[in-house]
């Protein structure tokens, strides 16, 4: 790996992942040097639960996994750019993106799956 | 303001940016209450800089603001989406955004500006 990824005080960097295909912004989520190890030896994204504290294959359990097509670095190297190729939706809501309120609570995004299905 | 964002103990969300018409992800900054509000009273992305400890309007010396056409929030309410016509580049390095090199080191985005005629 040629950058030095900056993970800082809490050792994880924020890591926005977005469809390689549309564009679609999908999620943000949190990446720890072990979560992007792991990105980067399997292909698909992984990250890390600052709530359940740890590691965290993301569709481990909904089958809604994200393949890795490339990970970016911002200027700072504070920052990952997930592009990924996204099964399903990438919300526990159903949503394709978590991104799917405006913030005046409009609903914009498409629901893609029934979250009560899934996660039962 | 429908959605009641969740700042957090530092008080602080991070905003992605977004192209609003290519879809590029521009850049990734933080939030305070306070810019949030001026980003939606003046239509220009404000962000707040952690390092100059200050609330920050996007391109305020370089002129590379960030013209606002929607702000979203996601399924925790705790990450914005600013959708942006972004002036000239996000990024201070002159790259039109600031993800411009993949995690191996390989430059990928694309240069728009000379940051030293911008910034001198």
């Known amino acids: 790996m040629t950058v030095d990824v900056d993970f ?11 469809d390689a295909e549309t564009g679609e912004v999908l999620m943000l989520a949190y990446v720890s040097p072990e979560a992007l190890e792991r990105t980067r030896e ?3 994204a992984h990250y890390y639960s ?9 569709g481990g359990s909904s089958g809604h996994l994200q393949s890795i097509q490339e990970v970016r670095v911002d200027c700072d190297a504070d920052t990952l750019l997930y592009l990924v190729d996204q099964e399903g939706g990438a919300c526990h809501t159903g949503h394709r993106s978590c991104f799917y309120r405006t913030v005046d609570g409009d609903e914009v995004g498409e629901k893609v799956f029934d979250p009560e299905t899934v996660y039962e």
């Open 50 to 58: 600052r709530s359940r504290d740890e590691l965290w294959k993301k």
């Open 8 to 18: 800082g005080d809490d050792g994880l960097v924020p890591a926005v992942a977005q």
């Open 42 to 44: 399997t292909g698909y």
